[in-house]
């Protein structure tokens, strides 16, 4: 078995074959993700800058040119259905699309596209992916646990905002997990 065939083995284990992911175990959707991004990340598990005890060392074990080939992988794949971002959620549309001049913050859908569509080359789409995911990650840019946007604007924007805040913009672009 060929050195990516066998990560992609891996990665099926908690991403799917597809990168559909698995909402019940927490793993995101990688799929249709934009190829820089997903090389982006890769190489932050393998540097540290952002920390998994799953990630990391899978991600280690890679030289670049095999991140770039799954990178590759999953990007070309068909990313999940957007979900229908909510409209009865009036702080989280707010933040999205006009942000908070009061606190500093600019509109998510300045770097992430309206609805969170996504801006390849670089910047991944956060409409569908599971709320609880989106949550745990603003948290992890709000404590500094994660460090991978390369401008520093994701910690910024994520220190400014409150715990209800957060929780807002997990609901606006996020579905809610649903056992299968």
């Given amino acids: ?3 990516i065939a066998a990560a992609l ?3 099926a284990g908690c991403h799917g074959m597809s990168g559909e992911g698995r909402a019940a175990g927490g793993y995101p959707a990688i799929a249709g993700q934009p190829q820089a991004y997903l090389e982006r990340q890769l190489a ?3 540097d540290g800058r952002r920390d998994d005890r799953v990630m990391a060392p899978l991600a280690q ?3 670049p040119d095999g991140r770039a080939e799954l990178a590759a992988h999953f ?3 068909q990313m999940p259905s957007m979900k229908e971002i909510s409209t009865t959620n009036d702080r989280g549309r707010i933040l999205a699309t006009l942000g908070d001049n009061e606190l500093r913050v600019q509109a998510c859908q300045n770097c992430h596209g309206p609805g969170g569509s996504a801006r390849p080359p670089y910047t991944p789409y956060l409409a569908g992916l599971e709320r609880e995911y989106l949550r745990r990650e603003l948290l992890a840019f709000r404590s500094g646990a994660r460090r991978t946007d390369p401008s520093g604007q ?3 924007i994520a220190r400014h905002l409150s715990e209800a805040d957060i929780a807002a913009l997990a609901a606006h672009y996020g579905t809610p997990f649903e056992a299968e």
């Fill in 44 to 46: 932050a598990y393998a």
């Fill in 9 to 11: 083995l891996l990665c």
């Fill in 61 to 63: 074990r890679l030289a």
């Fill in 1 to 3: 078995m060929s050195g």
């Fill in 75 to 77: 990007a070309a794949r």
């Fill in 154 to 156: 994701m910690n910024f």
